[in-house]
């Protein structure tokens, strides 16, 4: 059966994050969280590319399985507003990650919440990640 997890930014990346530094690692480099359970796991992948955002959900399998995912991405912080919300079925194999939903955003003056839900024939899988500076 799968765990039900949400990771959230720790005390001290929100702290950071409201001094004006930036939650995410520089150009070029990704960041992630993830969610597991014993044959599946999801992440959600967090790039800087070219002055802005781009965010990608990924459920790792062990065994093939088929099921649904919801990816939600809301402006939570900073200027501006968005409400991103993509879902569909998908499949995954070991060694065959499935890639659900991509966004690309503005990566200055805005903190933005992603979730990915999972849902698989033993359960729902949640990750949850925040990106972005003020």
């Known amino acids: ?4 997890r949400t990771h959230i930014a720790t005390a001290a990346a929100l702290a950071l994050a409201l001094s004006g530094t930036a939650l995410m690692a520089g150009a070029g480099k990704a960041g992630f969280e993830t969610a597991s359970s014993e044959d599946t796991r999801c992440e959600i ?4 590319e ?3 955002i781009a965010l990608q959900g990924v459920v790792h399998a062990e065994t093939a399985i088929t099921g649904s995912y919801t990816f939600r991405v809301e402006t ?9 919300r993509q879902g569909g079925t998908f499949s995954a ?11 690309m955003l503005g990566g200055s ?3 933005y919440e992603a979730t990915l839900e ?9 990750c949850t990640t925040r990106a972005g500076r003020l």
Not at 1 to 4: A, E, F, K, S, V
Not at 45 to 48: F, K, S, V
Not at 77 to 82: I, K, L, P, R, Y
Not at 93 to 103: D, I, T
């Open 1 to 4: 059966m799968l765990r039900n």
């Open 45 to 48: 992948l967090t790039t800087a």
């Open 50 to 52: 070219g002055g802005m």
């Open 76 to 84: 939570v912080g900073g200027s501006g507003s968005s409400n991103v």
């Open 93 to 103: 194999a070991p060694g065959q990650p499935a890639e659900l939903g991509r966004v």
């Open 109 to 111: 003056g805005a903190v």
């Open 118 to 126: 999972v849902d698989a024939p033993e359960g729902r899988l949640t």
